[in-house]
């Protein structure tokens, strides 16, 4: 008897976390929770593709260019959190930057341009699918620079089609770090999602 209580209360939380998730991915500009944010939701979407990537368990083909040297291997992601973290980081919903960033909307395409030196994230922009719900694409531009250290990223996501959903096809960090007295060190990653 406990093991078929146990079994229907798993299958009826995993309804409703399903059911949650299937809300999240309705606006672009919602958080789980259904509250709407003043920019679009990129730590939602990354999520998202983090949760579909830990399900699927896809290799990847990866290269990495550090130090002038190009290397590809294809290969699995045991942490997908670890692997995206970068593009979790550049999310512009922080408190402290609300209202710092211009917004410029045509068509498909949602551009986010920051109004303040100090923001990290200069610029984002998002193309969202046919039906301007979810996400097609992702491209930020993040750079510090101060009088220790510089440094600049471009950061790309490209999804998909699939089903009734866009899935991560590509993402590419390309960028550079300069620490004072020191040679600008650039770094190069692409992967494409087998």
């Known amino acids: 008897m406990k093991m078929k209580n146990w079994s229907h209360n798993s299958f009826l939380l995993w309804s409703i976390v399903?059911?949650?998730?299937?809300m999240a991915c309705e606006n672009p500009n919602k958080t789980a929770a259904g509250t709407a944010q003043p920019y679009f939701d990129l730590k939602g979407f990354v999520q998202t593709q983090i949760?579909?990537?830990?399900?699927?368990?896809?290799?990847?083909?990866?290269?990495v260019r550090n130090e002038g040297k190009l290397v590809t291997k294809t290969l699995a992601?045991?942490?997908?959190?670890?692997?995206?973290?970068?593009?979790?980081?550049a999310d512009i919903n922080k408190a402290a930057l609300i209202g710092t960033y211009d917004i410029v909307k045509k068509g498909k395409i949602i551009k986010y341009t920051t109004k303040e030196e100090k923001n990290?994230?200069?610029?984002?922009?998002?193309?969202?699918?046919?039906?301007?719900?979810?996400a097609k694409s992702v491209k930020i531009i993040v750079g510090n620079d101060n009088a220790?250290?510089?440094s600049g990223t471009k950061l790309i996501i490209q999804c998909q089609n699939k089903g009734n959903d866009y899935r991560i096809t590509t993402y590419t960090?390309?960028?550079?770090?300069?620490?004072?007295?020191r040679?600008?060190?650039?770094?190069?990653?692409?992967?494409?999602?087998?």
């Open 18 to 22: 399903t059911l949650c998730g299937l």
């Open 148 to 150: 220790l250290f510089a």
């Open 183 to 194: 040679d600008k060190r650039p770094y190069f990653i692409h992967a494409k999602v087998l």
């Open 77 to 89: 992601i045991k942490n997908w959190e670890k692997e995206l973290r970068m593009f979790i980081n």
């Open 120 to 134: 990290s994230v200069k610029e984002m922009t998002v193309e969202l699918g046919n039906d301007k719900k979810v």
């Open 173 to 181: 960090i390309d960028g550079f770090q300069k620490i004072i007295m």
């Open 51 to 63: 949760t579909w990537l830990n399900q699927q368990q896809p290799k990847v083909k990866k290269q």
